[in-house]
């Protein structure tokens, strides 16, 4: 069983995660109990039905395995100190948001972008990505063209994320246009739900948004 294996963390679910191991949701919830209690998981985020829960898991899991994960979540907790000071260390609060952080920020978010496609039918012999260096033309396009607030996603700004660019500082688009029209692109395309919300032409040099 999984809950054999050596090592010195725990694995937590998603909020109403193992509800989801079913389709319809929840419409086996005590399967998804066992199964992913059973495949490792030792920390479940339950944010409702926690009775049900609690009783689906003392009839399908074995009590050792609860010990188990129970185990490795107090293994962490006391190596990190935290019965002893349960609070985090307040005079680091203004180094929240410093530059070193958003630089760390990018870097992780650089990394970890996937590109499921590159060409068409992933043809690798004729890929889109890197551009050439003499397009002339670039169309971004999708609901999340012109906003960054999608882009951001859950756990950044909000919790569960928001649409619009209020609470940003600045446009991702913004730096866009401005990278390609250095290098002589001549037309950035903003296309959000079917519609071009914003265009950039380069003409004698100079830059001429139109909304």
């Given at each position: ?25 929840h ?8 199964a ?17 829960f ?36 307040f ?30 039918n ?39 994320g ?9 446009l ?29 032409i ?10």
């Open positions: 069983m999984v809950f054999l294996v050596d090592h010195s963390g725990f694995v937590i679910s998603d909020w109403e995660g193992i509800d989801r191991i079913t389709s319809p949701p419409s086996n919830y005590t399967y998804s109990v066992q992913s209690v059973l495949a490792g998981i030792d920390m479940v985020m339950v944010p409702i039905n926690y009775k049900e609690i009783n689906d898991l003392n009839i399908v899991v074995p009590m050792d395995r609860i010990d188990d994960a129970a185990g490795r979540i107090l293994l962490v907790k006391f190596t990190m100190d935290l019965f002893e000071n349960p609070l985090a260390d005079s680091l609060v203004n180094e929240l948001g410093s530059q070193d952080h958003r630089d760390l920020a990018r870097e992780a978010v650089r990394k970890s972008v996937v590109l499921l496609k590159n060409g068409k992933g043809n690798i012999t004729d890929p889109v990505i890197p551009l050439p260096k003499k397009v002339s033309k670039i169309l971004v396009a999708g609901s999340h063209a012109d906003n960054l607030g999608y882009q951001c996603g859950g756990w950044t700004i909000a919790w569960q928001f649409s619009g660019n209020k609470y940003t500082s600045e991702n688009i913004h730096k866009i246009e401005h990278e390609a029209l250095n290098k002589k692109i001549t037309q950035v395309l903003v296309r959000c739900n079917k519609k071009i919300v914003f265009t950039v380069r003409m004698y040099g100079n830059i001429y948004p139109c909304v």
